[in-house]
């Protein structure tokens, strides 16, 4: 981490920047006085308007998650995960998934411990200074609390790549010896537990209404008491989970002076993460403003699909989220990324065979159990799963005359993936070479698995003509996701109880999906949770990607042949299981290396495991 001089003079960045970084909120907000490059920190803090800009100012290091409007630069994580593989190449995904990153370049392309630092120096000046602000004091200390979960949350952010970190709780001065090493993984867990504590404790509502009781839509993006709930939520389930707790490759992993960075194994953290579940589950509820999202006709497929349509952002699921750009050029950008090429997309965003086969049949059933040495599937034969011939009838969620290995699959399935042969824009989709939608359209910009991802991409949109885009907004947690923390964290404390049953079925039958099977052991239970949140929750926020590294399963599931149909082929061989590319995953690849750059100044920063 660069050291950063603190000058009366306020930095002109931290002004000049003010108008494009909080897209969140309202408009007035964006505006920058004319004069604001010359505001000292005297001057921002003894005015009102002054003061909040400078506290959003720190919303705008919050990484973009799943942000495909910068090449996956800031966010590679769908890309470098099992779930999607990218045609373009972009360095960060193609270097993680080929094993050819290292310490020297991880900065240069992603640039997280660098940004993230400098969004917790943003937070740390403002709560240092805040307190000479004319702010009345039940503002100020709404005001205080947002940026304790700011805080805490860059940290976790950190903390999930990197591993045990150096915790910067105040703003470096020009006299202060910089000198600082990684604080233990426990004391970064208490610490960012604690942030968004004070959150949770301050005038930071639950939500944000006008007394009338009705939400207040400037506010959207802004920090609330459901947010970090949350956060805490997922942090603890993070500390509770094999890559941190209990790791063997990690045990002599210390600082220069000989400090543990980890410590001995407790089970007990998983009761923690449990409790933490439950808290934020029970308090959104009782709050009447936040509930599983349910379609109005109930519909199993709207009922998952709607939740991430750009026209009902902010829906009643959403804990904490923040909109990816006000500009309509910026989602048309997004919808051309995952738009077919024969309807003027990018075709980039490729959901892999593997994906495809890990969702259920309509009726519960397993697909596939597994694959062959020759990367050939394992079929369930309870499932009526088949890979020969067509659909003859239409099925609810898709046309007749597709391949029977897309018929009768679960709602989410088709709310999540696009096909050869699904009906998409009014028309069938064709990713067979020849077809409209095939690689002969463009040398790169073509799908890399005969797969396109669905989810969150707004139909309505015409590429070509430029129309019908709304804003988009990145969903950074969700009702669903606490749920499953819920249910993972208790079947790992008290194994697969009542409560734990309730809470993964209330996430299958939303989606039309039965019951789980009574009689479970607790690691049948296990798979099932896994199976749960790699679906519920696929291509958000980055879960795939952690939760395959904080479960240990990341050097199985991300080194090996990932897989697709075969598009170089006509209609006639295009159904055929193909090998796209080859992934190595290392164990050292479970955390990021610190940047070499960091690691050279000598300041007292170990490098990470393994590296």
Request: glycine share 8%; hydrophobic share 35%.
């Amino acid at each position: 981490m660069k050291k950063q001089m603190i000058d009366n003079k306020i930095l002109k960045f931290c002004f000049l920047m003010l108008a494009v970084v909080m897209s969140s909120c309202s408009d007035y907000l964006d505006k920058t006085p004319d004069d604001a490059s010359s505001k000292t920190m005297e001057d921002i803090f003894s005015n009102q308007l002054y003061t909040e800009r400078f506290l959003l100012k720190t919303y705008s290091y919050l990484p973009p998650e799943n942000n495909y409007n910068d090449n996956f630069a800031h966010s590679p994580w769908s890309g470098a995960s099992d779930e999607m593989n990218l045609t373009w190449t972009y360095p960060m995904c193609k270097k993680m998934n080929s094993g050819s990153w290292d310490a020297s370049m991880i900065e240069e392309n992603c640039n997280i411990w660098t940004e993230l630092y400098r969004g917790i120096r943003q937070c740390n000046l403002f709560l240092e200074n805040v307190v000479n602000s004319p702010v009345d004091e039940a503002t100020k200390n709404m005001w205080i609390g947002e940026v304790h979960f700011l805080r805490g949350l860059f940290h976790f952010f950190l903390l999930r790549n990197y591993g045990p970190i150096p915790i910067i709780d105040h703003s470096l001065k020009m006299d202060e010896k910089y000198y600082y090493v990684r604080n233990t993984f426990d004391q970064c867990i208490d610490f960012i537990v604690t942030e968004f504590q004070q959150c949770i404790d301050s005038n930071v509502p639950i939500a944000y209404t006008n007394t009338s009781g009705s939400i207040v839509t400037s506010k959207y993006g802004r920090v609330t008491k459901a947010a970090a709930l949350a956060m805490k939520s997922r942090v603890l389930l993070y500390a509770a989970s094999p890559l941190f707790n209990g790791n063997a490759d990690y045990v002599n992993y210390k600082n220069e002076d000989g400090t543990l960075l980890f410590g001995a194994k407790d089970d007990g953290k998983w009761q923690l993460a449990a409790n933490a579940a439950l808290e934020c589950i029970t308090q959104v509820e009782q709050s009447g403003h936040y509930k599983l999202y349910h379609s109005k006709t109930d519909d199993p497929y709207n009922n998952y699909a709607e939740i991430f349509l750009p026209g009902n952002k902010w829906n009643e699921e959403i804990l904490f989220a923040r909109n990816k750009g006000t500009s309509f050029g910026n989602n048309i950008h997004q919808e051309q990324c995952m738009s077919p090429n024969g309807m003027g997309g990018w075709s980039g965003l490729s959901p892999t065979q593997e994906m495809v086969d890990a969702y259920e049949m309509s009726d519960g059933t397993t697909p596939i159990v597994g694959y062959n040495i020759d990367g050939s599937p394992i079929i369930n034969s309870e499932s009526k799963y088949c890979e020969e011939g067509v659909a003859e009838v239409a099925g609810k969620y898709h046309p007749a005359g597709i391949s029977n290995m897309y018929a009768n699959r679960e709602p989410r399935f088709y709310a999540t993936i696009n096909f050869n042969g699904q009906q998409w824009r009014g028309r069938t989709l064709e990713f067979f070479y020849g077809g409209k939608d095939g690689m002969q359209n463009s040398s790169v910009d073509y799908s890399s698995t005969g797969y396109l991802l669905r989810k969150t991409s707004d139909e309505e949109v015409n590429i070509v003509a430029g129309t019908g885009g709304q804003i988009e907004i990145a969903i950074y947690a969700r009702l669903a996701e606490i749920y499953l923390n819920y249910a993972e964290a208790l079947n790992e404390a008290k194994g697969p109880i009542d409560e734990v049953y309730k809470y993964v079925n209330l996430i299958r039958n939303r989606s039309g999906l039965p019951n789980l099977r009574i009689g479970l052991s607790k690691e049948e239970m296990r798979e099932r949770i896994h199976h749960e949140r790699r679906i519920e929750l696929a291509f958000e926020a980055g879960h795939r990607y952690f939760d395959c590294h904080r479960w240990k399963i990341a050097e199985i599931v991300d080194n090996g042949d990932i897989h697709g149909m075969n598009i170089n082929a006509g209609l006639e061989h295009y159904f055929e299981r193909t090998r796209i590319s080859k992934r190595i995953f290392e164990k050292k690849h479970y955390l990021f290396p610190v940047p070499q750059a960091e690691i050279n100044k000598r300041i007292g920063v170990v490098q990470s495991p393994l590296w």
